[in-house]
């Protein structure tokens, strides 16, 4: 099982208060790449607090790039449907030169209208304009020059500069537990980047499977099985009830504000849509407290050592190859970054 870090925090800290509110990830970073963690990710979120901290994953990836040597720098994710092919090119190929060929590109189709506001007419077939842009982009990465037409009307055939260090793109494509992304994933020849929220191992396992039948039937198929990497909130601790008390108060309102953006997105049609503005603050309240119940016991790496390492050898068990821990979530970071040491021990014991 590889292990990476993951960051998606909540920004409820005023600019103005709080001068050093990127110290966890790049202190992160540094551990991970100090003791052999696989990679660390850094998410696209815009216009809310919840993942508000990181508006461009390319920058705080050339953050982590210049603070370390060896691991691997990745966007979970850059939304597709909100830039162009030739701009994402560009911006990761710095990266990529920065860190001496360790980037790699998770790409999602974005699920929350608002963050539309940057790209509104790719809204309605975002699904559609991620795939597109996942093959134009990998083009040009290798090197392809793309039609483009210029400001006077005429078309032109561009190249996009600096070149990557790397010769292929690493890629994967963000589910929230669709089977079909899987499948689609599987059909691009790309990895999958999923998590626990709103889906059981039991359909975890089934869509991994149908993903692992998918690549190895798209064309071009070389014999290798492509990636899954499982996004899980990590906080581990030598005493169970000390993690319990210590996680509960900031991992059930990152929960409660998750809860409102799911709630708000049109990702599932209109049908299903729920206004979180209509609920009253003791039915989020509740839903939050139900949710945080269910994912402390079954959901993350959260508890003491050995619970962790049976969470991971399960989830290696349904196939999955990489646990990206999600850290910020809420405690000080000296307490996160303190308690990387006990992640480090799991890691350690499930190799």
């Not at 007419?121 to 290798?142: C, F, K």
């Not at 409102?260 to 299903?272: E, T, V």
């Not at 000296?334 to 021990?345: I, S």
Request: glycine content about 10%; overall charge negative.
């Amino acid at each position: 099982m590889d292990f990476s870090l993951f960051y998606f925090g909540n920004d409820t800290t005023a600019a103005t208060t709080d001068t050093d509110r990127y110290a966890l990830v790049l202190e992160g970073a540094r551990f991970a790449d100090e003791h052999d963690f696989t990679a660390v990710w850094t998410p696209e979120r815009h216009f809310h607090a919840f993942g508000g901290l990181y508006p461009n994953p390319a920058v705080t990836g050339a953050a982590v790039a210049a603070a370390t040597s060896r691991v691997a720098i990745r966007a979970g994710s850059v939304v597709a449907p909100l830039h162009h092919p030739l701009r994402i090119a560009e911006e990761w190929a710095v990266v990529d030169n920065i860190s001496g060929g360790r980037v790699g590109l998770a790409f999602a189709s974005g699920w929350h209208a608002t963050d539309f506001a940057l790209r509104p007419e790719n809204y309605p077939d975002r699904r559609d304009v991620l795939m597109d842009t996942v093959g134009q982009v990998r083009a040009l990465w290798r090197g392809e020059r793309a039609e483009v037409r210029d400001g006077t009307g005429a078309t032109r055939q561009v190249r996009t500069y600096p070149r990557p260090v790397q010769a292929e793109l690493p890629v994967w494509i963000t589910s929230a537990g669709g089977v079909e992304t899987f499948r689609h994933a599987g059909r691009l020849g790309a990895g999958v980047l999923t998590h626990l929220l709103g889906q059981d191992t039991d359909d975890l396992a089934e869509k991994i499977a149908a993903y692992r039948q998918a690549y190895a039937d798209r064309p071009g198929a070389d014999g290798s099985t492509g990636h899954v990497a499982v996004m899980v909130h990590t906080y581990l601790d030598h005493d169970e009830d000390t993690a319990r008390e210590l996680v509960r108060p900031p991992l059930t309102a990152y929960l409660r504000s998750s809860v409102g953006l799911l709630l708000g997105s049109q990702a599932h049609g209109s049908a299903r849509r729920v206004d979180p503005a209509k609920l009253r603050d003791k039915d989020l309240d509740f839903l939050a407290a139900r949710a945080f119940d269910r994912y402390y016991e079954d959901g993350g790496l959260l508890g003491t050592v050995p619970k962790a390492e049976r969470v991971v050898r399960r989830l290696a068990g349904l196939g999955v190859d990489e646990i990206a821990c999600l850290i910020d979530f809420g405690l000080p970071a000296k307490t996160v970054l303190d308690a990387l040491h006990t992640l480090d021990e799991v890691r350690g014991l499930t190799k």
